[in-house]
């Protein structure tokens, strides 16, 4: 009985991008408690910690990173140990691990749901992981958080098609050469889209360049190229970063983008939203390369010891479940206590905004347990069955 409580933690082979990941998660977290506090219900928090709060829009491409670095490694070994990347096991393993959660919540979600015609009509979208290619409004899809699931899912579809093409290719500069084609060509067609664009505003540009596979995807690809990198030359990246000049040139490189990302009206008013084309992809994958290289090759000190602490394995293990009712919660139980706080009882929102993101984290974290003990790990030793 014990056992049937127990989590199924993720494997521990890099265990500093739990707390990656948790922090990621934190970052998503927060985001749309400010978003829904702020622009849905209309509660007077202050403009200043709103924009940085919204400036903080890169955890989610931090998962998409560390999927690619995952997702990469795995089918690195696999083509090492059997010179093919086995694609009905990949895909197997794949379907279990996401797709049962995710029809669960989504299902219960519609039968729960006074849903619009709209959303009615775009259900099938949503159930066929179209949700970033219609148009994403709480009127119009029930999961309008799934527009990243559905990203990445269609990403999926074409991974063992990029690693057949790496096995053909027997140089290591070369395959570099078509990863890096593939990463810069995502800026390339945001690129495009911008320059033959007119009259662009934030929110016109974020709708049409943002939610996109074709515009998005090099987050992914960088997380690719980082497990290749790291599978080829850990030991001399390694011996490397013995040296403090390199770790400070990691880290400043990973600082700079940084900086530019929650500031990006630095070049000027004008340039501001070309700076997001760039901003939406390439520094982001510019920023996390150069700082997971880091930590993962022990050059973080403190940091990498602090994020691979047990509490982020258990809470990263949640991460997914968490993502997925995360905004359900927040609409049905945080979204009410902060309304009730903030008008009935006057508390000022510098109390009611953490309380809501704590109280958020915490109580997502609690059903994501049970969906994770009902669901997930039916499903994972149902896929550890089939995808032998």
């Not at 927060?30 to 202050?46: D, G």
């Not at 690619?68 to 140990?81: M, Q, T, W």
């Not at 293990?317 to 997925?324: A, E, K, M």
């Not at 009935?344 to 993101?357: A, E, G, R």
Request: aromatic share 16%; proline share 4%; hydrophobic share 50%.
């Amino acid at each position: 009985m014990r056992r049937f409580f127990e989590l199924d933690l993720l494997d521990n082979r890099y265990p500093s991008l739990h707390g990656m990941r948790v922090i990621g998660i934190l970052t998503v977290v927060q985001l749309h408690v400010t978003s829904i506090l702020a622009f849905e219900e209309k509660l007077p928090l202050n403009s200043v910690w709103t924009t940085t709060s919204m400036s903080i829009f890169f955890g989610m491409d931090l998962f998409f990173f560390l999927s690619g670095f995952l997702i990469g490694s795995i089918l690195l070994r696999s083509v090492e140990v059997s010179g093919s990347q086995h694609v009905r096991r990949f895909y197997l393993r794949r379907v279990f691990r996401t797709f049962p959660s995710y029809y669960v919540v989504l299902t219960g979600l519609a039968l729960t749901t006074a849903m619009t015609a709209s959303q009615r009509h775009h259900l099938p979208f949503e159930y066929f992981y179209l949700t970033n290619y219609v148009k994403l409004t709480r009127e119009d899809v029930l999961m309008l958080w799934g527009w990243s699931l559905g990203l990445e899912e269609q990403f999926y579809l074409t991974v063992p098609l990029l690693f057949f093409l790496l096995h053909k290719i027997r140089s290591d500069r070369v395959r570099l050469l078509l990863l890096g084609s593939f990463w810069i060509s995502a800026l390339v067609v945001r690129l495009v889209i911008y320059l033959r664009g007119h009259d662009w505003t934030p929110v016109t540009l974020y709708n049409t360049v943002y939610f996109k596979t074709h515009t998005r995807f090099d987050t992914l690809i960088a997380g690719i190229i980082l497990a290749y990198v790291q599978r080829k030359w850990h030991v001399a990246i390694a011996r490397w970063l013995e040296a403090p000049i390199a770790r400070a040139l990691l880290a400043l490189a990973s600082l700079s983008c940084l900086w530019i990302l929650l500031q990006p009206w630095i070049f000027g008013e004008r340039w501001l939203l070309l700076v997001r084309v760039f901003a939406w992809g390439t520094i982001t994958s510019l920023m996390y390369f150069a700082f997971v290289l880091l930590v993962l090759n022990g050059g973080a000190g403190w940091t990498q010891r602090a994020l691979s602490a047990p509490f982020f394995r258990r809470a990263a293990t949640l991460g997914y479940g968490v993502y997925l009712v995360h905004i359900p919660v927040c609409d049905h139980v945080v979204t009410p206590v902060a309304r009730w706080l903030a008008k009935t009882h006057d508390w000022p929102m510098p109390v009611v905004w953490p309380l809501s993101v704590a109280l958020l984290f915490t109580a997502s974290l609690c059903v994501a347990y049970f969906l994770h003990i009902l669901v997930e790990k039916p499903s994972l030793r149902m896929r550890d069955r089939l995808a032998r």
